[in-house]
Every structure is written in C-alpha cells, then in structure tokens.
C-alpha cells in the first residue's frame, strides 16, 4: 500500500534582502525581469550567505531557508525544531501560503488552517464569535458548517462570556484560546501550529496538546508543530525535523531529532564572553559574559556548582535582575531561580552568582538559560541554553538499591528513625 502524501515541500528556499522591502531597488527588479523574459536564471539566486545570525557577514542577501525537502503522510504528527532564527517560522508561514518562496513549490492536498502569530486571521474590531464565522469563510466552509461547531469552538476557548465583545479587547492568553479552538474544531485537513501556544496558561496548553493528539490519532488530520518546549514535542511528535542556518539538519524518528537537536545546544560550553558592541541587551543594560564555576573539563557532583553573570548597566536607578532555568539533556525543565534583590542599580559593571549546591544535581548534561530584566520586568535579554554543564562523579559514585541513583535532583535529605513502640 503506497503513502499517502498531504504535503511536499521541493527544494524549497527563500532569500531576503536586509533592511529593505522586496529586492530594495528598482535597477535590481530589472535586472530580475531582463534575466526572466530572456529565459534565464534570477542574477540574485547565485548570491546571499547563509542564515547564520551570529555572524555580520558580507552580502545584503540571506538565504533565510535553502533547499528544504520533506513529505508529510496524513495523519502524521511532525515536530519541526530548532533555534531561534533557525528558519522554522519562516517555513510554516510558505507552508500556510503567508509568504511565497524564491524557489521550489509546495504541494498539499485539502485545507490548511495557520496559527503562526497571536491575532493572526482576527480582525481586532469584530466580535469572537464574528471572527470565528469570518475564519471559517476563509477556509473555504458554509455558514451551516460553521454553526454546527460554533458551541463546541467556544466552549473549548473559554471564552463564552465575551464571544460578543470585540477581539481588541481580548488579553494575549483569550486570543490564543479562540485563535487556536476555531484552527482546531474546523476540520483543516492541516493543522499548522506555530510557537503561540506558549502565550496561554499550563491547563491550555496541556488542553490544546491533547486536541492535537485526538485529531491527528482519531481523525487522521495531520500536525505541524514548531515549539521550545521539548517535553510537548515529544509528547505529541512522531516524527521530527531539526533546522539549523536554514536547512534540514536532520529528519526522522523525534527521539532521535530531540538527541540531535540537545547534541547541538552549546556542546559542553561552560563559559562564553561578549565585547559591549556585540554583547546581548539594549542601551539599558548588557550582559557581557557568562560562566560556570569551577571550570575545566569535569565538574564533580560534590562540589558547588556557580553560575557567574556579568554585566554592565548604563542608566542610574535601574533595577536590574538576572534570573536563570536548568533544563537536562531530555529538555526536562529541573528548575527556576529568579534573583529576587531587585535593588536599583547605579551605572556600573556588576556580577550576579547563583549557587547550585553540591550534590542536588545528578550525574547527566545540564543547560542554563539565562534572562535579564529591568524595570517593569522589561525583558533585556534571554538567552537560551546559553552555557551547558556536564555533571559526574569521581570513584563511582553512589548508587541506590538498583544501581544508578535515578532521578533529575538526588540530594541528600535529613532521615529519623524513631522507635515508638
């Protein structure tokens, strides 16, 4: 029995000229024209460089996707992971026909339904209940259907009591809610989510992740998901593409895609430094560099662990907090540690450590996102898995009654045996 095929993407590429709209300038859309009517290739496909963002590079031109080929089966759930600036919007919105490539086509069978951005298809000055009506015309569906699941659409959202008031006036969260219950109730026989879902509540998220399992296993839809949250990839993925500089870096089971994937995320970097020109911030505050402490190669179980962050604030009473996250090399979320002294700042170098104490992380890779934030939790910086610890222990270890000391934590902890009889 032959696949059944509901997407192709073929060498599929796109190019942006930087800071600019379109090729930029009108000698270069002739030069594009002169080439097309003489049968001839675009003067502009030869040139570019590669998406790679941490590089200033040369060219005006950026390959920001090159060469992308894959198929997806109905029914199929596919993951599509990657960093940030990797190509994966920019993929789901050719896919959903938000933006046309520079090269290659896209081939689908039946209706598509997007959500790639908060709001996106909402028109801010209609009512939610409107705008479900109005999304459902767009996907090419009678007003009879549509009625049909409007009360399952609202009751999913949440939203019951202001389906009649105007979407402008809808939080972040409610948008979300509704954006992603009309994309899911009507019927597209492809479902593209994009990173939104991050936007709403754990019970929505948990709620829309189970949505998706059902239409995809019992209604055989298929799923294109885009997320950074690797516990819902895996968790709803079968299959997964990993991006990296705009190309396929990999493509296949999503067990081993998330090992590529982790495999990639700042292999064993215990430290890096920025210049202040090239250091991630704003013209508030920059971090300049970041280390784990103590350095070197092996980093013993039994030892604290320090996360050093240095970094410079330009403007007098700035209350500047930096805050970190540790993930394993599974994506688990170990946990989070604000530094809860906002304490304004005057102009100055400062260095914030965090302490992880000796023996609460076990064996295993460790990566560390850190974020910087000002006033009014004005987000400065967030810099994710920027740094990765890899953690052991020296003659053996311990072990537990089964071998391996299982578990992310494995602290010590405080026992009493009491008689009482």
């Known amino acids: 029995m032959g696949k059944d095929i509901i997407l192709k993407a073929e060498n599929i590429s796109k190019q942006y000229r930087l800071g600019t709209v379109g090729t930029g300038t009108l000698s270069h859309d002739l030069n594009r024209w002169w080439h097309k009517i003489r049968g001839k290739e675009d003067p502009y496909l030869r040139i570019g460089e590669t998406n790679d963002r941490t590089t200033k590079g040369e060219s005006d031109y950026v390959w920001a996707l090159q060469d992308i ?20 919007s920019t993929l789901l919105k050719i896919l959903s026909k938000v933006t046309a490539p520079t090269t290659g086509s896209i081939k689908s069978k039946g209706r598509i339904a997007s959500l790639l951005e908060v709001g996106t298809g909402f028109n801010g000055e209609l009512t939610g209940r409107e705008n479900v009506y109005l999304n459902g015309a767009i996907l090419g569906m009678t007003k009879k259907e549509i009625t049909a699941k409007l009360d399952e659409i609202i009751a999913f ?106 495999s990639d995320s700042n292999d064993s970097v215990s430290n890096v430094n920025w210049s202040l020109e090239s250091a991630p911030g704003n013209s508030n505050s920059k971090i ?27 403007i007098d009473n700035h209350s500047v907090n930096v805050s970190i996250s540790i993930f394993d090399d599974k994506d688990v979320y170990v946990l989070a540690s604000p530094n809860l002294k906002r304490i304004p700042l005057e102009k100055g170098k400062y260095k914030s450590i965090c302490t992880v104490p000796a023996n609460f992380l076990n064996k295993g890779k460790y990566f560390c996102t850190v974020l910087l934030v000002g006033n ?12 990765a610890v890899e953690l052991d222990e020296e003659g053996g270890g311990r072990e537990g009654y089964f071998g391996y000391w299982g578990g992310v934590v494995r602290p010590y902890l405080n026992w009493e045996n009491v008689r009482i009889q």
């Open 288 to 314: 300049t560099s970041i280390k784990i402490n103590p350095g070197g190669d092996f980093f013993n179980i039994e030892n604290d662990i320090n996360i050093e962050v240095e970094y410079v604030n330009f």
């Open 157 to 262: 959202s949440g939203c019951e009591r202001y389906i009649d008031t105007p979407v402008k006036r809808y939080s972040s969260g409610m948008t979300v809610r509704l954006a992603f219950a009309v994309a899911a109730f009507l019927e597209p026989e492809i479902l593209v989510i994009d990173e939104v879902l991050a936007v709403g509540d754990a019970e929505f998220q948990k709620k829309a992740i189970g949505k998706m399992q059902d239409i995809s296993k019992g209604e055989g839809r298929t799923v294109l998901f885009v997320s950074h949250n690797m516990a819902a990839v895996k968790s709803l993925c079968t299959r997964g593409i990993v991006m990296e500089n705009g190309i396929v870096k990999f493509d296949g089971g999503i067990d081993e895609a998330l090992h590529v994937y982790n």
């Open 69 to 88: 080929n894959f198929e997806v089966q109905r029914g199929e759930v596919l993951g599509i992971i990657g960093k940030n600036g990797a190509g994966k």
């Open 376 to 387: 009014n939790f004005e987000i400065i910086a967030q810099l994710d898995k920027i740094v």
